[in-house]
Protein backbone atom coordinates (compact mmCIF):
# COMPACT_ATOMS: atom_id res chain seq x y z
CA UNK A 1 0.00 0.00 0.00
CA UNK A 2 1.27 3.51 -0.88
CA UNK A 3 -0.11 6.65 1.03
CA UNK A 4 0.94 9.59 -0.84
CA UNK A 5 0.90 13.25 1.03
CA UNK A 6 0.79 16.48 -0.78
CA UNK A 7 2.26 20.06 0.88
CA UNK A 8 3.08 23.49 -0.56
CA UNK A 9 -0.89 24.97 -0.85
CA UNK A 10 -1.26 28.40 -0.23
CA UNK A 11 -3.25 31.62 -0.84
CA UNK A 12 -1.33 33.53 -3.30
CA UNK A 13 -2.13 36.19 -5.53
CA UNK A 14 -1.56 36.34 -9.57
CA UNK A 15 1.22 35.92 -10.89
CA UNK A 16 2.95 34.50 -8.02
CA UNK A 17 4.65 30.81 -8.02
CA UNK A 18 4.40 28.38 -5.81
CA UNK A 19 6.25 24.74 -5.36
CA UNK A 20 3.81 21.56 -4.75
CA UNK A 21 5.51 18.32 -3.29
CA UNK A 22 4.67 15.03 -3.18
CA UNK A 23 5.85 12.12 -1.29
CA UNK A 24 5.38 8.36 -0.50
CA UNK A 25 4.84 8.09 3.29
CA UNK A 26 4.11 4.92 3.10
CA UNK A 27 5.37 2.42 0.63
CA UNK A 28 7.61 2.73 -2.33
CA UNK A 29 6.62 4.35 -5.37
CA UNK A 30 9.52 2.34 -7.56
CA UNK A 31 8.34 1.88 -10.96
CA UNK A 32 5.32 4.14 -11.03
CA UNK A 33 4.85 7.18 -13.17
CA UNK A 34 3.66 10.12 -10.72
CA UNK A 35 0.58 12.69 -11.40
CA UNK A 36 -0.68 16.18 -11.03
CA UNK A 37 -4.20 16.51 -11.14
CA UNK A 38 -6.35 19.06 -10.05
CA UNK A 39 -10.16 19.59 -9.29
CA UNK A 40 -11.73 23.32 -9.38
CA UNK A 41 -15.12 23.93 -7.00
CA UNK A 42 -17.99 22.82 -9.77
CA UNK A 43 -15.68 21.18 -12.06
CA UNK A 44 -14.30 17.45 -12.88
CA UNK A 45 -10.43 16.37 -11.91
CA UNK A 46 -8.41 17.26 -14.73
CA UNK A 47 -4.66 16.35 -15.43
CA UNK A 48 -2.06 18.77 -14.69
CA UNK A 49 1.36 16.93 -15.50
CA UNK A 50 3.01 13.65 -15.33
CA UNK A 51 6.43 11.53 -14.71
CA UNK A 52 7.41 8.50 -15.96
CA UNK A 53 9.94 6.61 -13.55
CA UNK A 54 12.00 6.75 -16.73
CA UNK A 55 12.24 10.67 -16.69
CA UNK A 56 10.15 11.17 -19.31
CA UNK A 57 7.40 13.84 -18.98
CA UNK A 58 3.85 13.67 -20.75
CA UNK A 59 2.91 16.68 -22.74
CA UNK A 60 1.01 19.14 -20.54
CA UNK A 61 -1.78 20.38 -21.32
CA UNK A 62 -2.41 23.66 -22.71
CA UNK A 63 -3.59 25.73 -19.28
CA UNK A 64 -0.75 25.05 -17.56
CA UNK A 65 2.04 24.66 -20.53
CA UNK A 66 4.92 27.06 -20.27
CA UNK A 67 3.89 27.95 -16.61
CA UNK A 68 4.29 24.49 -14.88
CA UNK A 69 7.01 21.66 -14.63
CA UNK A 70 6.91 18.73 -12.75
CA UNK A 71 10.20 16.92 -11.74
CA UNK A 72 10.92 13.60 -9.58
CA UNK A 73 13.36 13.18 -7.06
CA UNK A 74 14.04 9.22 -6.73
CA UNK A 75 15.91 9.04 -3.84
CA UNK A 76 13.48 10.45 -1.75
CA UNK A 77 10.67 9.51 -3.13
CA UNK A 78 9.31 12.70 -4.47
CA UNK A 79 7.44 14.40 -7.05
CA UNK A 80 7.48 18.38 -7.13
CA UNK A 81 5.28 20.80 -9.28
CA UNK A 82 6.47 23.98 -9.92
CA UNK A 83 4.04 26.70 -10.65
CA UNK A 84 4.96 30.07 -12.35
CA UNK A 85 2.81 32.89 -12.93
CA UNK A 86 -0.47 31.75 -11.68
CA UNK A 87 -3.75 32.67 -12.50
CA UNK A 88 -7.06 32.74 -10.89
CA UNK A 89 -7.98 29.81 -12.94
CA UNK A 90 -5.47 28.08 -11.14
CA UNK A 91 -7.61 27.70 -8.08
CA UNK A 92 -8.34 24.46 -7.53
CA UNK A 93 -7.67 21.25 -4.61
CA UNK A 94 -4.35 19.49 -6.48
CA UNK A 95 -3.82 16.23 -6.27
CA UNK A 96 -0.54 13.95 -6.36
CA UNK A 97 -1.31 10.44 -7.74
CA UNK A 98 1.21 6.76 -8.55
CA UNK A 99 0.01 4.05 -10.85
CA UNK A 100 1.12 2.86 -14.49
CA UNK A 101 0.05 6.46 -15.34
CA UNK A 102 -1.20 8.52 -18.17
CA UNK A 103 -3.17 11.25 -18.62
CA UNK A 104 -6.85 9.29 -17.38
CA UNK A 105 -7.34 9.47 -13.59
CA UNK A 106 -8.12 5.61 -14.04
CA UNK A 107 -4.66 5.27 -14.69
CA UNK A 108 -3.30 5.65 -11.37
CA UNK A 109 -4.12 3.31 -8.42
CA UNK A 110 -3.19 5.85 -5.37
CA UNK A 111 -4.07 8.86 -4.48
CA UNK A 112 -3.00 11.75 -1.87
CA UNK A 113 -5.51 13.76 0.20
CA UNK A 114 -4.88 16.76 -2.24
CA UNK A 115 -3.84 20.60 -1.23
CA UNK A 116 -5.52 24.11 -1.96
CA UNK A 117 -4.68 26.27 -4.28
CA UNK A 118 -5.94 29.65 -4.32
CA UNK A 119 -4.91 32.38 -6.03
CA UNK A 120 -6.52 35.66 -5.69
CA UNK A 121 -6.32 39.03 -7.53
Known amino acids: QVQLVESGGGLVQAGDSLRLSCTASEGSVTGYTMGWFRQAPGKTREFVAA????????NYPGSVVGRFTISGDKPKNMVYLQMNSLQLEDTAVYYC??????????????WGQGTQVTVSS
Open 97 to 110: AAGPGGYMESSYYY
Open 51 to 58: IRWSGEIL
